[in-house]
């Protein structure tokens, strides 16, 4: 168990774990939904409220997870704000941009609620992270 939690300190392994999901998490944000590259099992169906609703909670729980995930392969030299600021910044740039680019992928469409989502979940974990490190 020390060997696994040793491998996990290594610094570019980390960075690239956060790049390898960053793109992962784009490729599914990006794909048609008619074609995809990775089939999810999502029901296609009208772009209900309780649908809309439903995959906003999951850009949420994906965004949080990736300012956590940012975080955690930054290297912490620059203190500890300064490091969760950055990892929050690049999880809302990431969240932005896929769903600007989200008009330009067939069957896709930018979401006003999907944005908001990938934003609180980017802050949300911020500040959970940041909670955490105060009462620690």
Do not use: Y
């Not at 067939?106 to 949300?124: E, K, P, Q, T, Y």
Request: hydrophobic content about 55%.
């Amino acid at each position: 168990m020390d060997r696994l939690s040793a491998i996990f300190q290594f610094a570019p392994l980390r960075l690239t774990l956060a790049i390898s999901w960053s793109l992962l998490l784009s490729l599914l944000l990006l794909q048609a939904e008619a074609d995809p590259v990775i089939d999810l099992g999502i029901p296609r169906g009208e772009n209900t409220l309780a649908r809309e609703l439903v995959f906003s909670a999951a850009h949420l729980l994906a965004f949080g997870g990736t300012c956590i995930c940012w975080n955690w392969a930054l290297p912490q030299t620059l203190g500890a704000r300064k490091t969760l600021l950055v990892a929050c910044a690049i999880t809302i740039v990431l969240g932005v941009s896929t769903e600007l680019l989200q008009t330009f992928t067939l069957d896709r469409h930018a979401s006003w609620f999907d944005l908001a989502a990938n934003i609180a979940g980017a802050v949300i974990a911020a500040r959970l992270l940041w909670t955490r490190r105060i009462w620690r």
